[in-house]
């Protein structure tokens, strides 16, 4: 529910979220982890600037952290997106 609530927010932010991408990132995780895949989970661009992956890291790791309800698995995979976009 935390999902759809942010989107609508997104949305109504003028987000440029694309969904149209949803249906082109329905299989599952790859691996090892792509730039692309780890783009996506952030819903930033695969070349954003490290301060931009922080901010989208930090929002999207408070609506899934465990403690707060959210998923084990997922907040693993949200690490993983942030340390792989911000490698030098």
């Known amino acids: ?4 609530r942010q989107y609508k927010l997104n949305k109504a ?3 440029p979220f694309d969904s149209s991408k949803i249906k082109t ?3 599952g995780f790859n691996t090892p982890m792509t730039r692309k895949e780890a783009a996506l989970i ?3 661009k695969e070349r954003s600037s490290e301060d ?3 901010q989208a890291y930090k929002r999207i790791m408070m609506l899934n952290h465990p403690d ?3 998923s084990t698995y997922m907040a693993m995979k949200i690490n ?3 340390n792989l976009l911000t490698l030098k």
Not at 1 to 4: K, N, S
Request: proline share 0%; no cysteine.
């Open 1 to 4: 529910m935390r999902g759809i």
């Open 13 to 15: 932010a003028g987000n």
């Open 25 to 27: 990132y329905m299989g």
């Open 42 to 44: 952030l819903g930033i």
């Open 52 to 54: 931009i992956v922080f």
């Open 68 to 70: 707060n309800g959210g």
């Open 80 to 82: 993983e997106a942030k």
